[in-house]
């Protein structure tokens, strides 16, 4: 399958800071990358859908203002979650659209980035 | 709206014993399913995906599915598991039209030796 990185893979900030995750997709061109968030024992949730050259789509209730995506190039795809706050603290996993065998277009996942908000 | 029910939330098992996880969807139109897997510490992989054509897929390290359209199910199956299949799987569908996955609640299994 596909290769998807995610960096950092663990991150802790103070609340009110920002943290910026990066999503990369290492063999194949994405116009398309998603991301998730995942609670304790749960599943993922679509947070919004990340559009190469365009603004991202997101899911509702999720505030577009607070967690900020570019996708500026085909690979690279970043999360940014601005003041952040303890409640924002989770597992937030991001995957790519992989068009090669389309229309059995298939994503692959990142391995993740636990946030930690102090 | 469309949405993905995966009926065993906590799957206790025994090296060799068979296995059947349930997934059913709801959704009348044309569907996309998959089929993901994720071991302890590790990221989500793919296991089977079913687009078209037979409606048992076999995918990797000696999994299947059967998709029946009838029953809106698309249950994976595993003759005899190992202890390194302990796991969570998830069940997503994907419908015509969109691109985004739609998760189940994942089901976790814990093959003892």
């Known amino acids: 399958g596909a290769v998807v990185s995610q960096h950092p893979s663990r991150v802790i900030c103070k609340s009110g800071t920002s943290v910026k995750i990066e999503c990369r997709s290492l063999?194949?061109?994405?116009?398309?990358m998603f991301w998730y968030r995942q609670f304790p024992k749960q599943s993922l949730m679509l947070m919004a859908t990340?559009?190469?050259?365009?603004?991202?789509?997101?899911e509702q209730g999720v505030e577009k203002d607070k967690f900020l995506i570019n996708h500026a190039s085909l690979t690279l795809s970043t999360l940014t979650v601005t003041s952040a706050h303890p409640e924002d603290s989770s597992f937030y996993i991001c995957?790519?659209?992989?068009?090669?065998?389309?229309?059995?277009?298939?994503?692959?996942f990142g391995p993740g980035t636990r946030l930690l908000v102090l | 709206a469309q949405s993905v029910s995966q009926h065993n939330h906590h799957v206790i098992l025994s090296e060799a014993a068979s296995l059947e996880l349930g997934c059913n969807y709801s959704?009348?139109?044309?569907?996309?399913l998959f089929w993901y897997v994720q071991y302890p510490g590790q990221h989500l992989q793919l296991l089977l995906k079913?687009?078209?054509?037979?409606?048992l897929v076999k995918g990797i390290k000696g999994f299947e599915a059967e998709f029946i359209k009838s029953k809106f199910s698309f249950n994976l199956r595993k003759p005899s598991v190992q202890w390194s299949d302990t796991a969570e799987y998830f069940c997503?569908?994907?419908?015509?039209?969109?691109?985004?996955?739609?998760f189940g609640a994942g089901t976790r299994l814990a093959v003892h030796p």
């Open positions: 995957s790519a659209r992989d068009l090669r065998y389309a229309p059995e277009e298939t994503q692959y």
């Open positions: 063999d194949f061109q994405a116009t398309t």
């Open positions: 990340s559009n190469e050259g365009s603004k991202a789509t997101y």
């Open positions: 959704y009348g139109g044309t569907v996309n």
């Open positions: 079913y687009f078209s054509g037979d409606p």
């Open positions: 997503a569908l994907r419908t015509g039209g969109y691109n985004k996955l739609i």
